[in-house]
């Protein structure tokens, strides 16, 4: 049975900082890696997918992957208050089903 | 990524009824799933919806309870059987992409009184 764990929170970080949120998975045989926002009342939004160990940059989002650790982070900088949300962590392996993690609630204090 | 959408947005539904929520989306897709999020929790899958075939289910939720059509590479539907406070929950529709990306329609909010 895979899992998927986080931090549930709530993260609290003071705008302009970087907020660091962090996944660790228990099947070593993963292959994807995505993370997911969800406002409150809202579906789950793709942010960030990574595949390959390292730091995927897109704007103010870095993904790492660290498949040795299995771990996976996502980090935002200059973090704004409509940043808002619950994080979720989701691992995949080809062919096979999404796991979610319980996600981690950001709070970002203007 | 593909446009999503869902029909009913929510619904008040009483104990013992049925709902059926219907996902279109605005390209053909292989692969689309039905999953269940309660209130303050990560999502669960119910199943994946397969376009000629009968739907596959994860542990834990029969067709039964959740019968699922899927006549075409772009539509889909999921009913909720016999329906129970406990099933009340925001159902989500999604579609995943050649990247192996998911993406996810605006959901159904359900309460069942």
């Known amino acids: 049975q895979k899992e998927v764990e986080q931090n549930s929170g709530p993260l609290s970080v003071p705008e302009g900082a970087i907020a660091s949120l962090n996944c660790t998975y228990s099947?070593?045989?993963?292959?994807?890696f995505f993370w997911y926002r969800q406002y409150s009342g809202k579906s789950p939004e793709l942010i960030m997918s990574?595949?390959?160990?390292g730091d995927k940059e897109d704007g103010r989002f870095t993904a790492q992957l660290n498949k040795a650790s299995q771990y996976v982070s996502l980090l935002i900088r200059d973090s704004q208050p409509s940043d808002s949300a619950t994080y979720l962590c989701?691992?995949?392996?080809?062919?096979?089903?999404?796991?979610f993690g319980p996600g981690t609630r950001l709070s970002v204090l203007p | 990524s593909a446009v999503i959408s869902q029909k009913p947005s929510r619904d008040i539904c009483q104990r013992g009824t049925s709902l059926t929520i219907q996902c279109q989306v605005d390209?053909?897709?292989?692969?689309m799933f039905w999953y269940r999020q309660q209130p303050g929790q990560s999502l669960t899958l119910i199943a994946t919806?397969?376009?000629?075939?009968?739907?596959?289910?994860e542990s834990g939720f029969v067709i039964d309870k959740f019968p699922i059509s899927r006549p075409n590479l772009t539509f889909s539907t999921l009913t909720v059987s016999n329906m129970s406070p406990e099933d009340s929950s925001i159902y989500l529709c999604?579609?995943?992409?050649?990247?192996?990306?998911?993406?996810f329609g605006p959901g159904t909010r359900l309460t069942v009184l």
């Open positions: 999604s579609v995943e992409d050649w990247r192996n990306e998911q993406f």
């Open positions: 099947d070593r045989v993963s292959q994807s």
């Open positions: 990574i595949y390959s160990n």
């Open positions: 989701a691992v995949n392996d080809y062919g096979q089903n999404f796991v």
């Open positions: 390209s053909q897709v292989t692969m």
């Open positions: 919806a397969n376009q000629g075939s009968e739907a596959t289910y």
